[in-house]
């Protein structure tokens, strides 16, 4: 019989993802019995590294690949063996103008952007209102950031900690687009700004349901800045240090368990689930589940909510070289370390969600590039390193699941194709000619969609946020932490309770909060 049947766990987490590991990890350390049962051979979820090009010694974040809502306190708290670098470009932008290429590269320092944005625009008037704008962001940042991991203020509580009456209106009232186009004149620069608030959520600037603020928000408030920071080692180190840190501490986590039933009474719950071997049930006082809400739904035999839908194209590949650029007053090396934005001009963003809308794929397909290894080369072999080899990550926009319903993988192979075309457009040597080739000869390149996503790691409609994003305050239905549910003792801790999304952690810690305060066992 398994070590974990026969006896009563303090807390079962059903899902072994980065959420699941530091709601593990902190339970245990509380002196919490603790099992983690993970479907899959390997724990980490949709924060893994892996190597996805045979014979190739390149360790590639493969799904989520950026760090920013991760706080430092879980780091610390955790005594996580984990870091990561800043970039100190934070993006570059290429675009044709009056016959000739010429982009807007942002970082280096304040002089180096002032004079690109007036390379570009003709003047001061735009610089001007970006550093109006994202000082505006960043007062918000420093003081909401600190609220992920505190019990959920109400709307007015979070009024007054944001204490700025135009911030509020701009972020929380008003669609992004009204401010967007109301302090920004240049259609580049206007695009920039609205690329934070379309990243896997499929939405115009001016939709009434502010699902772009908020996608928005959640990307300009991490760490109490914005800055997007590269994980050193790729995002399984993460997910490494939190399972070994769970495992020091006490918990037992168990792969190859999927669950398929939850039953509980509120003070107690039977979890069942199977493995290569058969059925097996497991008891906790607790049951966190760090998976999606469609799937707690399903585990707790619950109506089903309103479905989710990813909007996103997801590439991996591996270059011999960077490729040259058609502008080349920039060096590749700054402008692919930073976020590398193609086809994301204002008006290109906003035909993109029109076609897409209309059930077509976007003609110019919008989206944006980074390199880990130019930040981090520890990702690739020794030799890899010594032959120049640099990794790229795309990640493209306005993708809704609906366009790859009639054929994924063709319908993938021809947005991959335009994609890439509209790369193309912007360098002086052909992608093709950078890619590095695996074992068999093959192009290192792999693409996921939406529907791929679902069908590997279970996200509902490929949706990374599991649904949308909800806004950081107390909503109908929320209890103290965001994770509660109509069960007592059954939690949400993954991506889709209030607060969840991207790779932050803040579920994990704020449902093993819940337990910690719990009255229930």
């Not at 940042?141 to 509020?168: K, Q, S």
């Not at 006490?250 to 719950?269: L, S």
């Not at 599991?466 to 059954?490: I, S």
């Amino acid at each position: 019989m398994p070590a974990h049947e026969g006896r009563t766990y303090d807390a079962v987490i059903v899902g072994g993802g980065h959420n699941g590991l530091v709601a593990a990890a902190y339970l245990a350390r509380a002196g919490r019995s603790v099992l983690v049962l993970e479907r899959l051979d390997h724990t980490g979820g949709a924060a893994v590294s892996t190597r996805p090009f045979g014979g190739v010694d390149a360790r590639l974040s493969r799904y989520s690949y950026l760090v920013s809502l991760l706080p430092k306190k879980i780091v610390r708290d955790l005594g996580l063996d984990f870091r990561v670098r800043g970039r100190t470009i934070s993006s570059y932008t290429p675009v044709e103008r009056e016959g000739r290429p010429t982009g807007l590269l942002v970082g280096g320092g304040e002089r180096r952007t002032r004079e690109a944005f007036a390379r570009l625009t003709g003047g001061d008037t735009e610089y001007r209102a970006w550093q109006r704008f994202y000082g505006l962001t960043g007062r918000v940042a420093e003081r909401v950031f600190p609220t992920l991991v505190e019990p959920l203020p109400t709307r007015d509580e979070l009024r007054r900690r944001v204490d700025d009456e135009e911030a509020w209106r701009t972020l929380f009232e008003e669609p992004l687009g009204v401010a967007i186009e109301d302090r920004f004149t240049d259609d580049l620069v206007r695009g920039v700004v609205l690329t934070d608030a379309l990243i896997g959520t499929f939405a115009d600037a001016h939709d009434p349901s502010l699902r772009q603020n908020r996608c928005f928000l959640y990307h300009v408030i991490g760490g109490g800045t914005g800055a997007w920071d590269v994980p050193v080692g790729g995002m399984g180190a993460l997910t490494d240090a939190l399972a070994a840190t769970a495992r020091h501490a006490g918990a037992v986590i168990a792969t190859g368990h999927e669950v398929e039933r939850i039953a509980t009474d509120g003070r107690t719950a039977e979890i069942t689930y199977r493995t290569a071997d058969g059925e097996g049930v497991a008891a906790a006082r607790h049951v966190l589940v760090n998976a999606s809400p469609q799937a707690l739904a399903t585990l707790m035999g619950d109506e089903q909510p309103a479905p989710a839908e990813g909007a996103q194209l997801k590439v991996n590949m591996l270059l011999k070289r960077l490729p040259k650029l058609r502008d080349s007053s920039v060096d590749p090396r700054e402008a692919f370390s930073g976020t590398f934005h193609i086809a994301e001009g204002y008006e290109q963003l906003a035909a993109a969600h029109d076609q897409a809308a209309a059930g077509e794929l976007p003609a110019a397909p919008p989206s944006e590039i980074y390199c880990h290894s130019l930040t981090d080369p520890t990702i690739l072999g020794p030799e890899l390193v010594d032959r120049g080899y640099q990794t790229l990550t795309l990640f493209g926009l306005h993708t809704p699941a609906r366009l790859f319903t009639r054929d994924n993988d063709a319908v993938r192979d021809e947005l991959l194709k335009s994609t890439l075309a509209q790369l193309d457009a912007h360098l002086a040597e052909p992608l093709a000619d950078c890619l590095a080739t695996d074992v068999e000869g093959r192009p290192c390149i792999e693409a996921k969609t939406p529907l791929d996503l679902e069908r590997d790691l279970r996200l509902p409609g490929g949706n990374i946020f599991h649904r949308d994003l909800a806004w950081p305050y107390v909503q109908e239905g929320t209890g103290r932490w965001g994770v509660e549910t109509r069960h007592a003792n059954v939690l949400l801790c993954g991506a889709g309770a209030v607060r969840g999304g991207g790779v932050s952690g803040v579920p994990g810690h704020n449902a093993a909060m819940a337990v910690l305060e719990s009255p229930v066992g």
